[in-house]
């Protein structure tokens, strides 16, 4: 994996907003309707292509495809995954289904923002007074976990290096989810305990992360649920059984992960894409020895949100691991405010005077859209903020090169 090694090197979480093209055939995808594969495939090469020499044009060292062929950053899964079934539900995102009294001190807040927060900002959907509904569904395990995602992934590493052949970057990444964000969002129905679900999911992604690794990229994990089930199991759980329950999604990751070098993986963390309030986010102070145990060379972390901004104090007393590399989130993905690249370049220095300045790669806190139908912020303003970005980094490498 590249390292900063004579600058600060810049990427992403991984996904980006998707064009009009690609939501509209999204949307009958996930409406069940039939749809032409060979439509989404001619709309998909060139939605791609654009999107990397866009990444490369701003100054992005190490880019994604976008995700501009999964639905979303764990329901791309239900695609390639046998064993799983689909039930038709009324919407309930994360942040609605969490319980405790931080759900109940927003109620209001909640009431609205569970509205509004999907389509507020969808190319092509700025002036549809009624846009059609966002049809919603939840799957479950009702039989053995196989893995039948190859055309698929296939179909998006050609992309992507049909992509990369014309532009410059140091390397490129794949982002998958974890067995862990599968598991966590997916009701079992199947297996008699947790444990054999987590490593029947770990077993059938192994056949991806594998793929992904073999044709050159890195690959990143996924794994938002993993700081989430913190807030889910409290307070009728205590927080030993949480971390019970984190080491043994670590260990069925460590197992999808056998035979994969360190050096091409990197693991991400976040506390939710939601403008919300977070105030019942696990501290990185009591899970950051959990994340040391992933068999991953990099670590992406959430570090610009509000609630998770100071954390870069952890690594005053946290040591990291001898070769390992820090991708903190420099850029957040939640508020339409664009960073002042003099305020990028002052959380990078934070890092790097801690950490070491070659083991730094400047991020986002997450991805721009998680899921096809979900922009958490205007395009126009993600580039812009990622253009912050990358000037943030360049004034961090000249302060931190020029002595």
Known sequence: MKRSSDRILTTHAGSLIRPREIIDIMWSLEAGETYDEAELARRLAPAVAGVVRKQAEVGIDIPSDGEFGK????????????????????????????SGSAQERFQGFYQVYNRIERAIWLPGYEDVVDPPAIPTS?????????????????????????????????????????????????????????????????????VEYHAIVDAGFVLQIDDAFMPAQYARMLPASTIDEYRRYVNLTV?????????????RVRYHICWGSQNVPHTWDVPLADIVDLLFRVDAQAYSIEAANPQHEHEWEVWQTTKLPEGKILIPGVI?????????????????????????????????????SQNWNL???????????????????????????SS
């Open 71 to 98: 639905r979303g950053w764990t329901s791309y899964v239900a695609e390639r995954l046998g064993g799983l079934e689909r039930i038709d539900v009324p919407y309930n995102n994360l942040i609605s289904s969490l």
């Open 138 to 206: 939840m799957w479950h395990c009702s039989g053995p976990i196989t893995y039948t995602g190859g055309p698929a992934v296939q179909r998006d590493m050609d992309n992507f290096k049909a992509a990369l052949a014309g532009v410059q970057v140091e390397e490129a990444f794949i982002p998958v989810a974890a067995p862990c964000s599968v598991e966590a969002s997916r009701a079992n129905s199947y297996y008699d305990t947790q444990e054999q679900y987590l490593y029947a999911i770990a077993d059938a992604l192994k």
């Open 251 to 263: 260990d069925a990751l460590n197992h999808a992960l056998q035979g994969i070098p360190e050096d």
């Open 332 to 368: 957040s993905h939640s508020t339409n405010v664009v960073e002042n690249p003099r305020l990028v370049a002052q959380r990078i220095e934070n890092f790097a005077r801690l950490v070491g300045r070659e083991n730094v790669i400047a991020g986002t806190d997450c991805g721009f």
């Open 375 to 401: 922009a958490r912020v205007h395009a126009e303003v993600q580039w812009a903020k990622l253009e912050a970005l990358v000037e943030g980094a360049r004034l961090a490498s000249t302060r931190l090169w």
